[in-house]
Structures are given as structure tokens and as C-alpha cells.
């Protein structure tokens, strides 16, 4: 039940307790705007010891979708940050209703029997802005029951004090003091003629009840935070601190919109691009947040000790990408800062999905070391580490065989050498090495002439892994295979 007398904030044992939310609506799928809303509570509610609420906020019956419930749930359990306590905001219509009837009992709030228009604003009007129905605003409470006994459908609004024009404030944890006259504010609604709650009500209905002390949220909510002042103070609560983080906006300066950017602006693009969850998450913290001390790449625990609100700027961030590159430059650095840091296991085991049947995960751990410094994201395992994996290489360019200042025929001196040389060899990274090179000289070439045909038979191109690892990996069988193809290749010529 709501608490309808003055309250202060969440207060356990004596010490002050730190309670956030996250209230995503399921209208389309996880902005990474939202997302890094998401992020910026927990990271507050893991720095200072506090609680995590996660909210669906679904009265909204007519845009909610059962597909954009699933989105959300998939990108924030990819986020991989959870969260302490859940609830659905249409499993506590009575709680807002109970809070609505409170307030019309206070005559803060009246009756509006005006019928809606088809597309009629609440925000203009023939005279300008929209503020109230005189009529309906001092209609006397005894005709007011009685239309509304009567079965007569009808909105109820908050009644927003005209008679002394006063300043709503409140002081923004990022924004600093705000404030707004009483005057420029419309009497909004709390109820839909269909009973259902507004998004005013329901947001600080549920706010109230489940004790929140901070609410932090994107800055296009700061001019509902007005309206949401005086519905505590109507409900006889103190509100929660606000803070409002600045928006993320497209290269072009406008706000990045799910109907206009499309994928660019959904978190489940960049999980299934292959971005890790904590490098895409350290990612959203820099587009509008600082530690101050130019660090970028932050592991979680560094971005928790590091995270507070005094570190949010006041300017709108910017996702820097292109209509043909939809990923921006910073974050795919940091996702390959971390993928290049992250224990080999570990990382091993998130590049499986991608590889899927192709490799076991003994196997993946011995290559991921070898192809970590060459990728940016986990889906370019396909393409740094394909030859690994298949059965016969793709078709390439003889001519790939021939090294630097060097022919065909001493090409086929290399390989013929190298079938030699593979065939009794330790198949160890040393062993290689050392076969391989002691090879080259008594070849009378350098290094790099012997070891040139060998990576480009072995992986199909000559930009690869290091050698000897590979053909470690590879293994003895595969790549004696696949120097005879060559040298079948070679001798073609």
C-alpha cells in the first residue's frame, strides 16, 4: 500500500538504504540508450551497496508486445549485470488506483467528462497551450459523483494550483536545481477514461511503494519530473533524489531513434555481431560519463568503484557511426582492448557459439591465443581462424606460394624441404621453430623465404597467425596435405 504520509527515504537499522530502478516499457526492443540507463543503476546501486529493481512498466496495453518483452529480457540477461528484485507494473493496478482515489479525496485531483477527440492534444489548443477544462475544473464534487455513478466515463486529472501561481523545484543530481512555474503546467491525467493508469501515476505509484531513493533516467524525462513533484507531494511523500543522464544522439546531432537508426540502436545487433557484454557495457559508460582520470578500457569492478553521478555530463553523447559501418570506431577498439586481456579460457569458450560444430572447446583454446591480437569482435573467428576448421582450403592464388625476392622453383624447394623436414619434426612450438629455421640455412635462404610458402599452403594467405603455433595446431597430418596440394600447385606452373 501506498504511504500517504510524509516519508523519507529508505531507512533500515538507522542507515539510509540506496534503492534504483529500471523501468523499461515493452514497446520495441532494448535501446542502447535504455541500456546504458540500465547500466548507470547498477553501477550506482553496486557502488554504494544498494538495490537493483527491474519494472516493467506495461500499462500501456495498446503498444506493448510480447516480442518486445523478449528483447529487452535477451539484452539485459546478454548485459549478463542482473538485478535484486523484479516486477510487472500491470500486476499492481490497485496500488495506483488506491493513490489516485487518495488524491481526488484531497480534492487535488477532479473528474473530466469531456469527450476525447480524435487527435486532440493535451499540449495545444485554438487558444494556445493546454492547461485545463475550466468547466469540468470547478465542477462542484456532487455532480461530479453523480456523473460518475452514473456510469458516465471520464478521465481524472490533477489539479495543478492556479490560484496562487507557485514554482515547482527540484534539485537534479546532474542538471542541477530545476524549476517551473505552476502556470506552464497543464492539469494532466492521472486516470484514462478507461481507468487505466497514466504513466505519471503508475511511475510514482510504484515508486512510492517500492521505496526508491534515486531515479535516474534519461534527460527527455526531466519536464515529467514537475508533474511527478507534485504528485508526491499530493500522495504525501518526499520524493526520491532525481538525475537525469544527457541523451545519446546520432553523428548528425539527433536523438537516436529505434524508428529512424533501426538495428544501430538495438543491444541484441551488437551481441549478435559478436561485442563481449562487459566491453559493450564499458562502451555505453564513456558516451556521457567520466572516471575524470582518462581511463577508458574498465573492467566491471573498476567502473563500479569508480561510478557517480558527478562524473555524468550535462552534454548529449554521440554514437559515432556510418550508414555503411554501423558500429562506432571507440567501441570496437574496446571490444578488442578486452577480447586481447581476457583470460584465454574464458574467451575460448564465448568464440564457440560462433564456431558452433567446427571445433571442440579443447581445440578452441589452443587457437584462440594464436588469433586474439587479429579480432575486434567474436564473430571475425570466422574469418581469422577459418582455415583451422575446414576440410580443404578455398581456392587462392598460386602466386601466393612464390616469397619476396624468390621464384617458383625455389618455392618448390621450400615445400618439398618443409614435407621433409614435417614429417619427423617435434610438433611443438620449439621443435618447429627450430626444424624450420635450421631448414632455411641449409637452404641458403632467409627465414622468412622458408617460412612464407609454408604459412600460405598451410592457411591459404599469407596475412595468418604466427607460423609455428599454427601448424602446431593444425597438426602433422593436415598440414603435410596441404603443402603436397601446393606443391601439386607449384608444379602446374
Known sequence: MVCLK????????GFFMHRVRFAPSPTGFLHIGSARTFIFNWLYARHNGGTMILRIDDTDVGRNTESSLNSIFEGLRWLDLGWDEQYKQSGRLALHSHMAEAILQKDLAYRDFTPAQAGESEKSGAQGTWLFHADMREMSRQESDRR???????????????ETVRQVRFADGVYGEQSKSTADIEDFALLRSDCMPTYHLASCADDADLRISHIIRGQDHLTNTFKHVLIFEAAGVTPPTFAHLPLLVAPDGTKLSKRRHGPVVSVTTYRDAGFLPEAFANFLCLLGWSPKDDREQMTRQALIDAFTLEGVNRSNAVVNFKEEDPFDPKALWLNAEHIRTMPVEELAARLMPFVGQAADLPTMIRITPLIRERMKLLRDVLTVADFFFAEELPPYDTAELIPKKGDAALALRVLERACQVLSTAEFTHDGLESALRSAAEGLGIKAGQMFEPIRVAVCGRKTAPPLFGTVEV????TCLKRIDQAIEKLKRL
Open 6 to 13: 510524509p516519508s523519507r527515504a529508505p531507512c533500515y537499522n
Open 474 to 477: 593444425l597438426g602433422r597430418e
Open 148 to 162: 460518475a455513478a452514473a456510469g458516465e466515463p471520464f478521465a481524472l486529472r490533477f489539479r495543478v494550483p492556479r
